[in-house]
Structures are given as C-alpha cells and as structure tokens.
C-alpha cells in the first residue's frame, strides 16, 4: 500500500492546536480524491471536545447530497467493540460456554470455547486460546441473545439508548435523509456505481450497526472513559489478550490493541462490499477518532495490512500526531518488526537469543520480493556479520523497488560502519 504521508512532525493533538491542522485536512482530501471515494468524514473527539469536523464529496452522487459528519454510514466491523461494550455492560458472563446458548455447537466447535473466546477471535485451533485468527466466528455471539432480532434489541437499549448515542441496528430505523449511499468504482465506466446490494438491514454482532461519525466519535469517548463499567469491566474493556504459549495477541476485547510510544491504541476497521471504517481510541489522551467513507476502496486500498494501524488509509498520520514529533519512518519499522515477530511467535526467542543460523533461516522463510524495512532494521540489530551480509543483499533487492529514504540510509551507514570481515 502507498503510504499516505512519510514524514510529518506537527502534532495533530497538540496542547496548543485549536482546530484542525491543515495537512490532516489535505491528507484527507487527498485521500478522498485518489482513492475515488464518493465520500468521505472524519471527526475527532478529545475529552469530549470537538477537534476535527472534516467532510468531502456526497453522501448521494446523483442528488449532488453533500457529505457531513451526522450522515449514517454502515460500520461494518466497526460493530465488534460495541457489541463487546454492550456485553460488558449488560453483565454477561464471558467464561460461560458458548454450547450452554446453543442446542448444537457449529461444525468445527469444540465445546470448550467461551464467549471470552470468540470475542477475542481465539477460538479456533486444538484448543481455544491457542491464537489468534481474525475469522468469522464473531457472529456466533448471537446465540447468547436466541436471535439477530434480540440482539439488536439488547444493542439499541442496553448500549445507544443507554448512553444517549443515535445509532441504529435496522435499516428500516434509518431516516432516509440521513442515510448515505453505498457505491463502489466501476473502472469499466470510470465512475462510482450505486451498491443496492450493499443495503444491509440488520446488525449482527460482528457488522452492519449504522452510525454517523459524530456519534460514532462520541460512543469512543464513553468506552475511553468506561462509561457505565466498573474498574474491573474498564479493565478487562482494555485489556491485551495473553494467548496459550504466554504470548500477547494483537487483539483485545472486539479490538486490536498497539502499545505505541508509551500510549496504549484500541482500533477496529470495517470493510464490506461498499463500506469503509476505521474507530481509533487513546484513553490516555482522551482522543476518539472516527472515519468512514460510503465505498470500499478506503478498506481495500489497505486490506493487506488489516491487523497493522500503519497499513490502514490514514493510520501513519494519525500515529505519528499521537506520538509527538518521534520520525514516522523508523517508528513504523519498530512496528512492523513487532508485528513480524508476532505471527512467527518468534519475540521470546529472539529476547534470549538464538543462533544465527535459525534466525537466518527465520528471514530467509520471507519471498525476496516482498522483503522490507522492518526485515532488514531486524537483521541489523543482530550485530552478526552473518546477518549484516544477507542484511545488506536485501537492501539492494530493496532499493531497486523504491526510491531512496533516510531510514534506508541509516541502515546501510550501520552495517558499513562495523566494517565487519568476511
């Protein structure tokens, strides 16, 4: 995915910024004009204050409606955290076994697998908590209310009404003037096309709520602040998963979790046949962020990267306001080193140290075409003139497939310096 912006140190969140700066505005105009989108809103919220209020395009291309922050929009995945807010809230057990809602488990469950397991995506494997697997299992939640109906009726009383946020569950609920138009890009006719088909008319509990993104904005600051939760249930709303092995998921409760620059980040993207999400919060800075666009492409010009913040449309912009002034380019190597180390489940091993021949045939997995950064950032921080060697070839294979940067720079001044002897 090309990356939205490389470099930026203005502090979107700073003490001393009074509305939005205008380079978010242009990324996200510029966004909003590259990807095609029919339309696109975006607003954050910082301890309940309005700091962004951004809207392009139509929420309707052929009524020329133009697009605002109190336009519904189906969320799609964007559903999960809610749906877990609200279990919270409603004070369901989460260890409970999903066979005590049920008469017979789906095929493929096992009967050891608690709620707890499917709200954290780790119920899959020989045994639930093994790790994580963002399936589609989510929605087998709706066992614990007998019905999509009742669910939407627990998710409307026990969640929306309950803390005053406008947000639907039905289509039919939606004021039609409120509602955007689903579209998607027909290349054939260089346009975007109306998506009936993309309609949904009911909420489950892993899609399909309908909210705008002032509100949806607003449902972020209540779940920053626990809203209704005790400290153990605002605990376990921001906890990070440990899975079987010790090891930390990437997913929490119905969110990803990122621990970035001291901050703790809970986000979900939604993406479905012409809708696209994205929900980030930072308790600690009180921030809500909210965006949505009524096509795809948001989503799917960054569906490769959907367990990585960096790889959403917007996501570095957006992690490099939260963390201050640190250089975007070398903090989103840190990342997505982490993020590597993570599906190979290989961080304890390379905290205690392995031998380079492992950690060799670790890399050497990887198809050379896809080889970047983080890999050769990885194999520097080794200090092994192995591993500097192979370090150094994958930059080559590097340069000749992007254009030249600083982090790319440092790294082939690091391995130069140790001058290490073949």
Avoid at 75 to 96: G, N, R
Wanted: charged share 20%; glycine share 6%.
């Amino acid at each position: 995915m090309k990356l939205i912006i490389k470099f930026l140190i203005i502090s979107l969140f700073s003490e001393y910024s009074k509305s939005c700066p205008v380079e978010f505005e242009q990324q996200i105009f510029d966004t909003y004009q590259s990807l095609n989108l029919p339309g696109i809103s975006v607003v954050v919220l910082k301890n309940n204050l309005l700091w962004c209020d951004v809207s392009h395009g139509y929420a309707n291309l052929e009524r020329k409606e133009l697009m605002t922050s109190d336009h519904v929009f189906w969320v799609a995945s964007v559903t999960k955290p809610m749906t877990a807010y609200m279990m919270l809230l409603s004070q369901v057990d989460l260890h409970k076994l999903l066979s005590s809602f049920v008469h017979q488990l789906p095929k493929g469950f096992r009967d050891d697998i608690t709620l707890y397991h499917l709200l954290t995506q780790t119920s899959e494997g020989e045994r639930p908590g093994q790790y994580f697997h963002y399936g589609n299992r989510f929605n087998e939640l709706v066992s614990v209310w007998g019905g999509v109906e009742p669910f939407g009726d627990a998710l409307q009383s026990k969640l929306f009404a309950a803390l005053g946020v406008e947000a639907y569950t039905r289509l039919k609920d939606v004021p039609e003037d409120k509602r955007v138009t689903p579209y998607t890009w027909d290349k054939g006719i260089g346009r975007n096309k109306e998506q009936p088909d993309a309609l949904w008319k009911q909420a489950y509990p892993a899609t399909n709520v309908m909210i705008s993104m002032m509100q949806l904005a607003h449902l972020g600051q209540h779940m920053n602040t626990c809203t209704g939760l005790d400290q153990e249930q605002c605990q376990r709303l921001h906890e990070s998963v440990v899975l079987n092995d010790g090891h930390s998921s990437p997913y929490g409760l119905g969110q990803f979790v990122d621990h970035i620059s001291d901050l703790d980040v809970y986000w979900q993207y939604g993406f479905g046949l012409a809708e696209s999400a994205l929900l980030v919060r930072v308790p600690e800075e009180g921030l809500s962020i909210a965006i949505a666009s009524n096509s795809q492409a948001l989503s799917d010009a960054s569906i490769s990267g959907s367990g990585n913040l960096f790889r959403r449309q917007l996501g570095p912009f957006i992690v490099n306001s939260l963390i201050k002034g640190v250089e975007v380019e070398r903090f989103k190597t840190e990342v997505r080193v982490n993020e590597y180390i993570r599906q190979q489940r290989m961080g304890d091993s390379l905290k205690q140290g392995v031998s380079e021949k492992e950690l060799l045939m670790f890399f050497l997995a990887f198809d050379h075409t896809t080889v970047d950064l983080p890999i050769i950032w990885l194999l520097t921080q080794q200090k092994s003139c192995l591993l500097d060697e192979l370090a150094n070839d994958f930059l080559v294979i590097w340069y000749k497939q992007n254009s030249v940067n600083p982090t790319a720079i440092e790294l082939s001044a690091e391995i130069s310096n140790r001058r290490c002897q073949k």
